[in-house]
């Protein structure tokens, strides 16, 4: 599911002024799943990454998404990554039920990506195999641990980044439309 214009562009241009100043302090750390990709699990250090911005958003979504009351994620929770001309994301599932503390086998890792900076189309997210039409400012949503994702390398001079989100979802939990606008973008 993709859900338009979920940001404003200044809260865009916030999020990437943030994830751009984490990176040049260092507080970025290389992915070691490939190359030129950086994150942030920003639950693992809240004071350093979880601003009234983060946490807004996070109602947001919840809100969006018909998630309230649900429990956040506990394995990724929320990310902030930045991926480099040449990064890529390699085609997997989240892994989420071996053994890793706080998964749940009767349960699915829910992921909404927020889209702050995709200058190229090889950024875009490929679920499934298939790309999906996502722009700045857009949220795409999808079953992170039971569908295979993936980008292509990236080109083009500029960073794609994204912020993260998750819950951790019954097996048989089913995506709904959002409700009206009204109900969930304003803070």
Same mark, same amino acid.
């Not at 994830?19 to 970025?28: D, F, K, V």
């Not at 998630?67 to 480099?84: F, K, T, Y």
């Not at 994301?89 to 989420?96: C, E, G, M, N, V």
């Given at each position: ?12 241009l916030a999020l990437l002024k943030k994830a751009n ?57 929320? =990310?902030? %990554? &930045?991926?480099? $001309?040449? *990064? ?6 989240? /892994?989420?039920?071996? +053994? ?14 927020? =889209?702050? %900076? &995709?200058?190229? $189309?090889? *950024? ?6 298939? /790309?999906?039409?996502? +722009? ?17 390398p990236l080109q083009g001079g500029d960073a794609r ?27």
């Amino acid at each position: 599911m993709v859900v338009r214009d979920f940001i404003s562009e200044a809260e865009r241009l916030a999020l990437l002024k943030k994830a751009n100043t984490h990176l040049q302090r260092g507080e970025l750390h290389p992915n070691a799943c490939g190359p030129c990709r950086y994150y942030a699990k920003a639950d693992d250090a809240p004071a350093l990454y979880v601003d009234a911005l983060l946490k807004a958003l996070t109602r947001r979504a919840e809100r969006c998404l018909w998630l309230e009351g649900v429990p956040p994620d506990q394995i990724l929770g929320r =990310v902030i %990554s &930045l991926i480099q $001309p040449g *990064g890529f994301i390699h085609r997997h599932t989240d /892994a989420y039920d071996h +053994g890793v503390p706080g998964s749940r086998p009767e349960r699915h890792h829910l992921r909404c990506n927020i =889209v702050v %900076s &995709l200058q190229h $189309p090889s *950024g875009r997210p490929v679920i499934e195999g298939e /790309a999906l039409e996502v +722009g700045e400012r857009d949220m795409w949503v999808f079953t992170a641990s039971r569908h295979m994702h993936q980008t292509a390398p990236l080109q083009g001079g500029d960073a794609r980044v994204v912020y993260g989100f998750g819950w951790s979802v019954p097996s048989d939990h089913a995506l709904r439309q959002p409700p009206e606008r009204a109900v969930w973008a304003e803070d």
